[in-house]
């Protein structure tokens, strides 16, 4: 098996590899060959005068020069379509060089001088070792070389009938054997060298293509990434465009209908007038959504941190939710509690208030319950509901805008999708967690957990709720919209105000050498690029000192939104209530009542 198996050649992609190792050396070894030749006969012909021993030196030197002539004739090995050429070629070409090798043994050898036989075995075994170097990539050459060089040495030793040469021919058969042996495995070490070296050629090859594979999903998944956050984008700015829009005429509406409320009307007209109230104030109640949602979007809550009994504000909630809950025949309850809370009490007030209205709006039977539950260092207000209920694979997908179950047909009855969303994000900036509970077809419960307060809490004073005078009161309103300027004017002339109104920051300049403001109200966004913050710090550097001042705005921008945040400025927003106007108009009168004659030099 062995020999059939040093007759034939590996396969192309294997033959290649073995020849480029088996070429690497062959140029030297044939020029050693000849160099070894030459250095051979001169010992032969000089020191053991031996007939013929420069001839054969000649004549092999030249074979050698002309194995290496042919092998650089031939095409590379790298070449897998001439590969199997040139593996026979290099095979003849081992086969030429140990003929002439053997030659030497045949010509050279003198049985009857013992040095004559040690000097051609030691020829013999130097030039196989240096064979079994070069040509132990393939075995088939390095079989070629061998029975080549070492058979007719081999031949002539056992034919002898000294005892002492067929001595020697039985030594070298061994050698030809373990030389044979040994060859076989050294040729079987380098094909497995090749082998891994394929294999961990296969392994790169397919690291580097996963790698590829890994870098354009990344790349894909960056480009989704862009995309979603420019959709975000766009959709952040489209609310907040739609939503000013929507929010000017709708603030002037809201304006109009409170001075007609101060008129003297009939049965009828009231009923009118109460019906388009009631329509105006559904639809600023779901732009007030969007609202919420902008500033938590914006980051632009931040919660101030105080002890509050819960128990009012749950009354508070009974008292605006009760009458939702019957129009749906549902039974509202209440459980009283005794717990402090330490937290933001509006935020916590909204939070809740957008829990109760979800479960108003997702039950069409049975009741809606809140309650309050002490856990040691924290309390669990809770909001229960008899509703749809909500499947455990839904109960993250919740909390994320505009999502809505139970509403295919988006009725916006059943507000935006916003609530929950606002509610995250509020329990967010508090850094409290809002759990959920749920049973389709049975129910839901939503937990929000809130510190107790460790700190003594003393119940604040009660305000009183007269309607506050603004009579005397003078207001200088900056706004573009001329609806809106002649809405607001006509409210504040029934409060008793002197109104004066611009449409620019630049007009508001030229009323102050006629008109000396307590009180500035300015919309935030005016025309040419212009803001109601520029239009206030402009008016404030004329008049000379910080005359009060707050924002209306119906933007929802976000960077907009902190702006006007960060400015310190109270922030209204369109539509505005006429009450909380009014409180606000009211508050600013006093801060200018109180603020510190501003004298001349400094007013200069």
């Not at 090798?101 to 030691?122: E, H, K, R, T, Y």
């Not at 000294?162 to 044979?180: F, K, P, Q, R």
């Not at 009354?315 to 809950?325: F, G, H, V, Y």
């Not at 907009?560 to 009211?586: C, I, N, T, Y």
Request: hydrophobic share 50%; net charge neutral; with cysteine.
């Amino acid at each position: 098996m062995l020999l059939a198996r040093a007759w034939r050649f590996d396969s192309p992609r294997v033959l290649s590899a073995q020849m480029e190792l088996l070429d690497r050396n062959l140029p030297y070894a044939f020029v050693i060959s000849a160099v070894a030749a030459l250095l051979t006969g001169l010992i032969c012909s000089r020191a053991l005068h031996l007939p013929g021993a420069w001839n054969w030196a000649m004549a092999t030197c030249g074979m050698s020069m002309l194995c290496l002539s042919v092998r650089q004739a031939l095409p590379r090995p790298t070449d897998r379509s001439k590969v199997q050429l040139y593996a026979h070629m290099v095979r003849l070409l081992a086969g030429l060089s140990g003929v002439c090798w053997g030659a030497f043994g045949v010509l050279l050898l003198d049985q009857p001088n013992p040095m004559s036989i040690a000097i051609v075995l030691c020829v013999t075994a130097g030039i196989n070792s240096g064979g079994l170097a070069v040509f132990a990539p393939s075995w088939p050459v390095a079989v070629t070389y061998w029975l080549t060089n070492i058979v007719p040495v081999m031949a002539v030793l056992l034919r002898s009938r000294d005892e002492l040469s067929v001595m020697m021919g039985l030594a070298v058969m061994l050698y030809l054997i373990a030389m044979t042996v040994f060859s076989y495995f050294a040729s079987r070490g380098a094909l497995r060298a090749i082998e891994l070296g394929f294999e961990n050629e296969g392994l790169v090859l397919r690291l580097r293509d996963q790698t590829q594979r890994a870098l354009d999903a990344r790349q894909v998944a960056e480009q989704a990434l862009a995309e979603a956050e420019e959709a975000n984008r766009a959709k952040t700015v489209f609310l907040a465009s739609a939503s000013h829009d929507l929010r000017q005429p709708l603030h002037a509406m809201g304006l109009f209908l409170n001075a007609l409320a101060r008129a003297e009307l009939n049965g009828r007209q009231q009923q009118l007038l109460e019906q388009a109230q009631a329509s105006a104030q559904a639809t600023g109640e779901m732009l007030n959504t969007l609202m919420d949602f902008s500033k938590v979007d914006a980051g632009v809550v931040k919660p101030q941190m105080q002890p509050f009994a819960l128990q009012p504000m749950l009354r508070k909630l009974e008292r605006e939710m009760a009458p939702l809950a019957e129009e749906k025949g549902l039974a509202f309850r209440m459980r009283d509690t005794s717990v402090i809370l330490h937290a933001d009490p509006a935020l916590v007030e909204m939070i809740l208030r957008n829990l109760v209205l979800n479960a108003i709006r997702y039950t069409e039977r049975g009741a809606v319950l809140m309650a309050c539950r002490r856990r040691g260092a924290r309390a669990l207000v809770e909001v229960w509901d008899t509703g749809i209920g909500i499947p455990e694979d839904h109960h993250a997908e919740i909390f994320r805008e505009f999502h809505q179950l139970g509403n295919p047909e988006r009725d916006r009855r059943k507000g935006l999708g916003l609530g929950l969303a606002i509610v995250e994000g509020l329990a967010r900036a508090m850094s409290v967690d809002v759990s959920l509970k749920s049973v389709p077809g049975r129910g839901s419960v939503f937990r929000l957990a809130l510190p107790v307060s460790q700190s003594p809490w003393h119940e604040a004073d009660v305000l009183p709720h007269d309607e506050p005078d603004l009579s005397g009161l003078r207001v200088l309103l900056i706004d573009d919209d001329e609806t809106v300027r002649a809405a607001m004017c006509d409210l504040l002339a029934s409060w008793g105000c002197w109104c004066e109104a611009v449409a620019s920051d630049d007009e508001a300049l030229r009323v102050l050498s006629r008109f000396d403001p307590d009180v500035v109200l300015a919309d935030y966004r005016l025309r040419s690029h212009r803001t109601g913050l520029q239009a206030v710090e402009a008016v404030r550097r004329r008049l000379g000192h910080d005359v009060p001042a707050a924002i209306i705005t119906g933007d929802t921008a976000v960077e907009r939104l902190r702006e006007a945040h960060d400015s310190g400025l109270p922030l209204l927003h369109k539509p505005v209530p006429a009450d909380r106007l009014q409180a606000m108009l009211f508050s600013l009168w006093r801060e200018a009542v109180n603020r510190p004659p501003v004298s001349a030099s400094a007013a200069g």
